[in-house]
């Protein structure tokens, strides 16, 4: 069975520029998280949808960061325009009716 | 809110040697306790996890101890190995609320042959 899938797995901007990042949850799997982790520290939540609704978006910087998961299937998570301090690797998890969570690899944003 | 920490934030040992990585959480509400390990360049991967209803669980050489009234969860890897090394993280939440995983800071492991 295939494991959650991201992409990019990497990715350099400048500031200011618009990016998006895309997540393929492990199939059946009806929870889907995104999680912002910077160097050195652990995950933390920015948004989890149940199906295709958002139910705790409450560390989302609603300025400029925006998700989509529109079949509650595939989810989008963007950022526009990014800044200098948006620099991480943003980590996609995935869950059966909110049981284990299984991450994928992220992906490692620079912003220049 | 729910605030975990963890301990050490590093730790060093010989091939052979056990490991032991502790973490505190506040909310007495959490009733899930799952470890993750994370290699360079990959996401957490989840190694064994723990509900509030039982006090120890083991899977090989790996095993988790919780006490919940003094709110404390550990780690015990056994005859460490190289590949062993990587990234360790706690993490609690409330199990079946869909909750979202309070992480600690990490653990980086160091295990030299």
């Known amino acids: 069975e295939a494991g959650v899938v991201q992409s990019p797995r990497y990715k350099i901007i400048e500031k200011k520029q618009p990016v998006a990042f895309w997540c393929n949850p492990i199939?059946?799997?009806?929870?889907l998280y995104w999680y912002l982790q910077n160097l050195g520290q652990g995950p933390e939540l920015l948004i989890r949808?149940?199906?295709?609704?958002?139910?705790?978006d409450s560390q989302l910087p609603k300025d400029r960061f925006s998700a989509e998961r529109l079949k509650g299937v595939d989810s989008t998570l963007k950022i526009q325009p990014a800044e200098l301090g948006d620099s991480a690797v943003y980590l996609c998890?995935?869950?059966?009716?909110?049981?284990?969570?299984?991450f994928g690899p992220g992906t490692r944003l620079t912003v220049l | 809110g729910e605030n975990v920490e963890q301990h050490p934030s590093t730790l060093s040992v010989q091939e052979g040697d056990s490991a032991v990585i502790k973490c505190t959480y506040s909310d007495s509400a959490s009733n899930y306790f799952p470890w993750y390990k994370q290699e360079l360049g990959k996401g957490p991967q989840l190694i064994i996890d723990?509900?509030?209803?039982?006090g120890e669980k083991k899977d090989q050489r790996i095993a988790v101890t919780l006490n919940k009234t003094a709110k404390h969860f550990s780690l015990h890897i056994t005859e460490t190995q190289p590949e062993d090394s990587a990234v360790y993280f706690c993490a609690a939440s409330i199990y079946n609320q869909g909750g979202k995983l309070i992480f600690g800071q990490g653990t980086e492991l160091s295990v030299k042959p």
């Open positions: 723990i509900r509030s209803n039982v």
């Open positions: 199939s059946g799997h009806n929870t």
């Open positions: 949808y149940e199906n295709e609704e958002a139910v705790d």
């Open positions: 998890a995935s869950s059966s009716q909110g049981a284990e969570q299984f």
